[in-house]
C-alpha cells in the first residue's frame, strides 16, 4: 500500500528534519516487506498567506478521491501504539489505492479538510508544533511496522 505525508510548511534544515528522515527510511526498510510503503512527502505552502481555509484548499486539491485520509488533529482517536499498528494493517489489508497523513499549519486544518477525512489520529490533547508531528508520525508509523514485522523495537 502506498502511503503519503501531505503537509503544510517546508521542513528546513533542522534536528526535526535529520529524525523525520531516519524514521521514514528505517519504516521503508521494515515496511517493505510487510507490503506497506515507502513513503512519499509532499509539502505545499501557501504562499499567499490565506490562513486555514486556504491551506485547507491546497490540503484538499492534493488529495485523490479514492485514497483513504487520515487528518491529524488533537481532537482526534487516540491509540496505543500497538493499536494503531492494527489500524494500520487493518487498512494495508483493505487494500485502498493510498493512505494519506495529512498534517496542517500551525493554525491546524480546515473544517472542509476534517470533513474530508475518513479518520482523524491524535498524539494527545496537547497541541504540538507541525513540524515535530512530522518526525511523531513517522516514528510511529516506524515502530507500527516494527510491531507488525514482530522485531524488538516496541517492548509490550
Same mark, same amino acid.
Not at 32 to 37: A, D, F, T, Y
Not at 103 to 115: F, P, R, T, V, W
Not at 121 to 142: C, D, I, K, N, T
Given at each position: ?11 528546513? +534544515?533542522? +534536528? ?35 490562513? *486555514? ?5 491546497? !490540503? !484538499? *486539491? ?46 491546524? !486544518? ?9 479518520? *482523524? ?15 511523531? !508520525? ?19
Amino acid at each position: 500500500m502506498r502511503l503519503r505525508i501531505v503537509a503544510i510548511g517546508r521542513l528546513r +534544515p533542522t +534536528p526535526e528534519k535529520d529524525l523525520f528522515k531516519d524514521y521514514l527510511s528505517r519504516f521503508n526498510r521494515t515496511g517493505r516487506p510487510l507490503g506497506l510503503g515507502p513513503i512519499e512527502v509532499l509539502e505545499l505552502e501557501d504562499k499567499k498567506g490565506g490562513g *486555514k481555509s486556504a491551506e485547507g484548499a491546497l !490540503l !484538499l *486539491k492534493a488529495l485523490p478521491a479514492a485514497a483513504k485520509v487520515i487528518a491529524l488533529d488533537e481532537r482526534g482517536q487516540l491509540y496505543t501504539s500497538p493499536q494503531f499498528s492494527e489500524r494500520l494493517a487493518c487498512f494495508r489489508d483493505m487494500a485502498p489505492s493510498e493512505l494519506i497523513f495529512v498534517i496542517g499549519g500551525a493554525d491546524g !486544518l480546515s473544517e472542509d479538510l476534517l470533513k474530508r477525512a475518513d479518520e *482523524k489520529l491524535s498524539f494527545g490533547r496537547m497541541v504540538w508544533p507541525h513540524m515535530l508531528v512530522r518526525a511523531m !508520525l513517522a516514528e510511529q508509523l516506524y515502530r507500527a511496522a516494527s510491531i507488525m514485522a514482530g522485531g524488538p523495537y516496541h517492548r509490550i
